[in-house]
């Protein structure tokens, strides 16, 4: 009997593990199919099976192990099914590893709108591609729903969160605009910077009573974010207040680089004043500030051009670079005579611009200087002249004796790229054979196909070092043409 019992027993646990297996593996075997079927490109398809694995439980544990495109792909149908469950699970996607599934939940979000405010919020402190999607998303809805402002400005006292939601409000209007000026006098350091900063980005002019009242000297007041922010929003009210601040060694650099962004005429000597500064951070903004004020600087660097202090000449040729301006021609002409080297490179520099077929003879000249900064800086300017001065480098190349400088010419002709090939190309029927090889060289330097012919026939002609430096410049081009 005892033995019959334990039969049964042993026969029922038989069953119930083998229904409890065939169960597990048809569940198994479901959820297998269903995961599959989440990589299909048609969306309605998707829909059902990431709405089954949902209420299996089953989606949120098996996401991670899938590929990249099914996870993508489920997070766009699960904005379709649109229940809290799902939106909570794409608050999940929108923190994964990889930005594609962070990209597709960020918009199956915003689909649908003011209800995922929450859900977004809750992910700004995350960090990384989470918070720019986080802040993406509520940017977004902010356009068509203004009402998420006023959630979002209460992030503003979360230290975590605090920079994205700047942000995020700087986007949304009127609202968040007036939340951030408000920002700009509050007690915390961390959110009058984080509301300037996004202040500054956005260029809203309403914002500059607020950043100039941070440059007064009080306790904890940022007057770094304040210049930096004002110098965005470019407003010329900022420059007397901003000006003082070029002689603050823990601020001048932000103050020279935001008075070239507002371009006020008044900061031209303060600025040129500083020159003689030699931390180089610093007289890099000082010099591109005074670039950016262009003309009203002129008289004041065409006059330090003659200043006893090099480190005065230095600072005005090299802020003279783009200037692009005739009347300033004689005077960098002039530098290119300086004892150092340095403003007589900077001077060729400033004086290389497209049409400026005026400093081609004082260029000339400098190609035979003793620096070969001096040198490669002439051969550069000389190229940037570009197609209008061929003729007349090619009239120096026809009179010169000199190999170096027909060798420098035959660079900057080079440096002209494609648009001199036709011109080039005539000069190899000019009889002058010093023309004539070097605008081959040139030539080959570009590499342009268009050349190859007039060469070859070039080729059949020419004799001795001529047809030598011809045949180079075929097999360069070839070489160049077949690479």
């Known amino acids: 009997m005892e033995t019959r019992r334990r039969v049964m027993t042993y026969t029922v646990i ?52 899938q590929p990249i495109i099914r996870r993508s792909k489920a997070a766009e149908a699960l904005g379709e099914i649109g229940t809290e469950e799902a939106m909570r699970l794409l608050g999940v996607i929108l923190r994964d590893q990889e930005e594609a599934p962070r990209r597709w939940a960020r918009r199956a979000l915003v689909k649908q709108g003011i209800r995922a405010v929450p859900t977004l ?15 993406k998303g509520l940017v977004e809805i902010a356009q068509t729903s203004p009402q998420v402002a006023p959630d979002v400005r209460l992030l503003l006292a979360d230290r975590s969160a605090l920079a994205p939601a700047a942000e995020i409000l700087s986007k949304t209007g009127e ?23 996004n202040l500054g980005l956005q260029r809203v002019k309403a914002a500059v009573d607020a950043c100039l009242d941070n440059l007064r000297p009080i306790p904890g007041s940022e007057k770094g974010a304040a210049i930096t922010a004002l110098g965005l929003i470019g407003d010329r009210r900022a420059a007397p207040a901003i000006i003082p601040f070029l002689t603050d060694q823990g601020n001048r650099t932000a103050a020279a680089t935001a008075l070239g962004l507002i371009g006020d005429p ?35 660097l065409v006059r330090e051009l003659k200043s006893p202090d090099v480190l005065f000449r230095r600072g005005a040729a090299s802020a003279l670079i783009g200037s692009r301006s005739a009347q300033v021609n004689g005077p960098l002409a002039a530098a290119l005579r300086d004892p150092d080297a340095d403003v007589r490179a900077s001077a060729a520099s400033a004086l290389g611009w497209e049409g400026n077929t005026a400093a081609i003879d004082p260029l000339v000249a400098a190609l035979s200087d003793p620096s070969w900064r001096v040198v490669d800086a002439s051969v550069e300017a000389l190229g940037e002249i570009g197609v209008s001065g061929i003729d007349r480098l090619a009239a ?24 001199a090939v036709p011109k080039l190309i005539s000069l190899l029927s ?31 002609v020419a004799q001795g070092d001529l047809k030598w430096v011809v045949d180079e410049q075929l097999r360069l081009i070839v070489g160049i043409r077949s690479s």
């Open 430 to 460: 000019s009889g002058n054979p010093n023309v004539q090889k070097w605008s081959a060289v040139a030539l080959g330097a570009i590499g342009d196909p268009r050349a190859v012919e007039p060469l070859k026939e070039l080729a059949k």
């Open 266 to 300: 008044r900061a031209v000597e303060p600025l040129v004043a500083t020159l003689s500064a030699t931390e180089r951070e610093y007289r890099a903004a000082a010099i591109l500030a005074l670039r950016r004020i262009g003309p009203p600087a002129f008289p004041a």
């Open 396 to 419: 120096v190349l026809g009179s010169t004796g000199s190999v170096t400088v027909s060798y420098q010419i035959s660079r900057a002709l080079g440096h002209m790229g494609s648009a």
């Open 175 to 197: 609202v968040g605009i007036r939340a951030l000026i408000q920002g700009c006098y509050n007690a915390d350091g961390d959110l009058r910077k984080a509301a300037m900063k």
């Open 121 to 135: 919020m809750a992910a700004l402190p995350a960090g990384g591609g989470t918070t720019e999607e986080a802040v």
């Open 14 to 65: 038989a069953v119930v593990g083998l229904g409890l297996i065939g169960w597990l593996t048809a569940r198994y075997m479901v959820k297998r199919s269903l995961l599959l079927q989440l990589g299909t490109s048609d969306l309605k398809a998707r829909v059902e099976p990431t709405r089954r694995l949902l209420e299996m439980k089953k989606l949120e544990v098996s996401l991670p192990a």
